[in-house]
């Protein structure tokens, strides 16, 4: 019995020293949101607000112009209304990036993104993604196309008829 409660005790002492080391420290937490900032993420966050509304707006307005006018006299009250969710949007962000790097490798990141590359990168990066995007789209396009005459040459050559 003394055995058995040992291992219950250092399975204990073993779980809550983990999920102490998966809590960032404030140090990184810190370092986590100045990284945040210098990436400008809380601009881009600030930025969906208009997408959701013009995402919404023709689910409520339907066609109705005296809504629509009501819908525009709205949207300083949605802002208000969005607040919340995007401050839990930078925390959140705050977090991940607290969970994946330390500190100093956080401050070295920020670093970089304050050089004229980094900011350049910040940039260019959602024009890059989307024109790589593109890339892997007709890349695999193509790829298919090629893939699909082979496969059916090669059952055409064991007798099938594909």
């Known amino acids: 019995m003394p055995r058995r409660l040992s291992i219950i005790a250092s399975t204990l002492l073993f779980s809550i ?7 960032p420290s404030p140090d990184t ?8 900032t210098t990436m400008k993420l809380s601009e881009q966050y600030k930025a969906l607000l208009p997408a959701i509304l013009l995402g919404l707006r023709p689910a409520v307005v339907q066609d109705r112009p005296e809504i629509e006018r009501d819908y525009d ?4 009250m949605l802002a208000d209304a969005f607040a919340p969710y995007y401050s839990a949007m930078v925390d959140d962000i705050v977090a991940v990036y607290a969970n994946n790097f330390t500190a100093g490798e956080l401050r070295e990141i920020e670093a970089f993104y304050r050089q004229p590359a980094g900011q350049k990168l910040l940039e260019k990066s959602s024009v890059v993604a989307q024109q790589s995007i593109q890339i892997g789209q007709e890349v695999g396009r193509k790829a298919a196309e090629d893939l699909k005459g ?10 099938h008829k594909p």
């Open 73 to 76: 006299a709205m949207m300083p």
């Open 150 to 159: 082979r496969l059916t040459e090669a059952l055409r050559q064991k007798g």
């Open 29 to 36: 937490m810190t370092a986590a949101r100045a990284l945040v």
């Open 17 to 23: 020293g983990a999920s102490q080391a998966q809590t």
